[in-house]
Antibody, heavy 117, light 109 residues
Framework: EVQLMESGGGLVKAGGSLRLSCAAS????????MAWVRQAPVRGLEWVSS????????YYADSMKGRFTFSRDNAKNSLYLHMNSLRAEDTAVYYC??????????WGQGVLVTVSS | EIVLTQSPGTLSLSPGEGATLSCRAS???????LAWYQQKPGQAPRLLIY???SRATGIPDRFSGSGSGTDFTLTISRLEPEDFAVYYC??????????FGQGTKLEIK
């Protein structure tokens, strides 16, 4: 069974930093691209970033470029999202998702990030 | 930038009825990269349909997807109580790489 378990969320002040982690299991992790998707009440579902299976390419939504860094450790079946210069509008539930042919076929339960202004 | 617009915003129906949800793209979308998700309160979204018309693993056959180009449809043939949720369409393309519609809430009438 595919499982994705996020951790690291919490309350942070605007301008601060946070690191999210995602532990993956139940599939051959190093053969899949992965992504983060977030959901805020006002803005709905929003793609944040994606990374290829070997970390050869990483992509970011425009509003995250230069602030967020997405990485993976295939030896540990883990993903990491380093978020810097956080803004109030980054407040959302962040989901770790598995990518397959352009769609998200498995989702974690999500982790809440709250940025206070 | 590809924008996905879903309609209606809210759909009120009774169990047993059929539902038709629309997703319209501002530019043509490759059908291979159009998906639908279901989200219930307090839960993560769940993949229903990928490549516009292929059901994901474990999805009942009352769910079907169709469409091409800029117009896509999710059809639920006979609503069950557990089908009342929010539905999102999503595309994979170039700009932005992935985008979602704003969602259609399917509520019990």
């Amino acid at each position: 069974e595919v499982q994705l378990m996020e951790s690291g969320g919490g309350l942070v002040k605007a301008g601060g930093s946070l690191r999210l982690s995602c532990a993956a299991s139940g599939f051959t992790f190093d053969t899949y691209s992965m992504a983060w998707v977030r959901q805020a009440p006002v803005r709905g579902l929003e793609w944040v970033s994606s990374i290829t299976s070997t970390s050869s390419h990483t992509y970011y939504a425009d509003s995250m470029k230069g602030r967020f860094t997405f990485s993976r450790d295939n030896a540990k079946n883990s993903l990491y999202l380093h978020m810097n210069s956080l803004r109030a509008e980054d407040t959302a539930v962040y989901y770790c998702v598995r990518l397959f042919n352009g769609h998200y076929d498995h989702w974690g339960q999500g982790v809440l990030v709250t940025v206070s202004s | 930038e590809i924008v996905l617009t879903q309609s209606p915003g809210t759909l009120s129906l009774s169990p047993g009825e059929g539902a038709t949800l629309s997703c319209r793209a501002s530019q043509s979308v490759n059908s291979e990269y159009l998906a639908w998700y279901q989200q219930k309160p307090g839960q993560a979204p769940r993949l229903l349909i990928y490549a516009a018309s292929s059901r994901a693993t474990g999805i009942p056959d009352r769910f079907s997807g169709s469409g091409s180009g800029t117009d896509f449809t999710l059809t639920i043939s006979r609503l069950e109580p557990e089908d009342f949720a929010v539905y999102y369409c999503q595309q994979y393309g170039n700009s932005p790489r992935y985008s979602f519609g704003q969602g259609t809430k399917l509520e019990i009438k």
